[in-house]
């Protein structure tokens, strides 16, 4: 494939279970041309990996993967973020940013509410309320945090499919303006997109963000995109990015981004 994975959690996070050596291994099998990893940096009590981020242990299991890499696959440090536009400070008093190659900001949970990926919160509200609210919140997001890849776009799925609630949906056609907002300021910001292909192997089976999104986004202009398999444990592992970089050459992308000291570097999607 060639490609680079720009979203691979290792054992330093409380929900993923492979060692970042382990990962290279695997990598290296599959004609990876990169791995970014990251490790989840989240500050909402009711998050599932929140407290869970040990900046020095992370540090040491990134020196191990680029000992096993040498120079034959390339690695790449990040962190995910939730909700940084809530919790920056707080999470800039634990990190220094400079001191990794990339940040992703992600949405997990809304104020009030709860966590979008799970099924709980759907159970008494108007999902459509929850969904427009999410993507409010996105919006705010990209607007304010420092950040450098919005990951994820459209997480909410899995909490509906879990929830046995409709999810196939055009939200392009509920909240278009919002939408088309948020797409407005990550191309401003040079934040990128990225094409997230963990919901493939759930119930939902469709990307974050959907199609539509991804072909709108290039219409717009938008040309900062990462593909990211958002592992986490077996049997999943970097799943699907075979099926997204065809989805990308399908909507007319030639080239994915990944970043290093925080800079995007373009990589050809074709031979």
């Not at 599959?30 to 990996?49: K, Q, R, S, T, W």
């Not at 007319?252 to 290093?260: A, L």
């Amino acid at each position: 494939m060639f490609l680079i994975d720009m979203h691979v959690h290792t054992d330093d996070s409380p929900d993923a279970d492979i060692p970042a050596n382990e990962l290279v291994a695997r990598g290296l099998n599959m004609n990876l041309a990169g791995i970014g990893f990251v490790a989840h940096v989240d500050l909402d009590p009711e998050d599932y990996c929140y407290g869970g981020f040990e900046e020095s242990i992370y540090n040491r299991s990134i020196d191990l993967a680029r000992r096993e890499a040498g120079n034959r696959i390339l690695v790449l440090k990040g962190i995910e973020v939730g909700e940084p536009h809530i919790y920056e400070e707080q999470v800039k008093n634990l990190v220094d940013y400079s001191n990794y190659d990339f940040v992703t900001g992600a949405l997990h949970s809304l104020a009030g509410i709860g966590m979008v990926l799970g099924s709980e919160i759907y159970a008494d509200r108007d999902s459509l309320v929850i969904v427009e609210q999410y993507y409010n919140e996105t919006l705010q997001m990209v607007k304010e945090a420092d950040m450098d890849i919005l990951a994820h776009m459209g997480l909410f799925r899995r909490g509906l499919a879990l929830a046995g609630l409709e999810y196939d949906f055009n939200e392009l056609e509920l909240w278009p303006d919002t939408i088309l907002h948020i797409l407005e300021v990550i191309i401003d910001r040079e934040i990128a997109l990225e094409l997230n292909t963990s919901g493939l192997r759930r119930k939902e089976n469709i990307t974050y963000p959907t199609m539509d999104i991804l072909a709108l986004y290039k219409n717009m202009g938008g040309q900062l995109i990462t593909v990211g398999s958002d592992t986490h444990r077996e049997p999943y592992i970097f799943y699907g990015l075979s099926e997204g970089r065809k989805l990308l050459i399908e909507i007319g992308f030639t080239e994915t981004v990944f970043f290093r000291n925080r800079i995007p570097l373009r990589r050809n999607l074709l031979p």
